[in-house]
């Protein structure tokens, strides 16, 4: 059983910075990479960036030139760093990962939830 734990967020003002990082209970991360989704108020959850076990990234068209995704194998923690943020980035996001054995098994961390103030 993968168990992810997140932490980071808060309140942010407009125009700030937030920094979130995942840890996994293993070496997950570098196997299968993992995703950062945010659900806002309202709406869907939906993807904000995707990183392979190797390192290539993926951005959600809003999220690109303002997030940056990482991972750290030997900590077996994965980053989600933002700049420039809007009152539209609020929402909480989760990080998730998946295994893949007889069907996929989708993992995701509790949740942080990332307010921004105008």
């Known amino acids: 059983q993968v168990q992810l734990v997140q932490s980071g967020g808060g309140l942010v003002q407009a125009g700030g910075s937030l920094r979130l990082s995942c840890t996994a209970s293993?070496?997950?991360?570098?196997?299968?990479?993992m995703n950062w989704y945010r659900q806002s108020p309202g709406k869907a959850r939906e993807l904000v960036a995707a990183?392979?076990?190797?390192?290539?990234?993926n951005y959600a068209d809003p999220a690109k030139g303002r997030f940056t995704i990482s991972l750290d194998n030997m900590k077996n923690t994965a980053y989600l760093q933002g700049y420039s943020l809007t009152p539209e980035d609020t929402g909480v996001y989760y990080c998730n990962t998946a295994e893949f054995l007889d069907s996929r098994r989708d993992y995701w961390g509790q949740g942080t939830q990332v307010t921004v103030s105008s």
């Open positions: 990183i392979t076990g190797n390192g290539f990234t």
């Open positions: 293993g070496s997950i991360f570098s196997r299968n990479g």
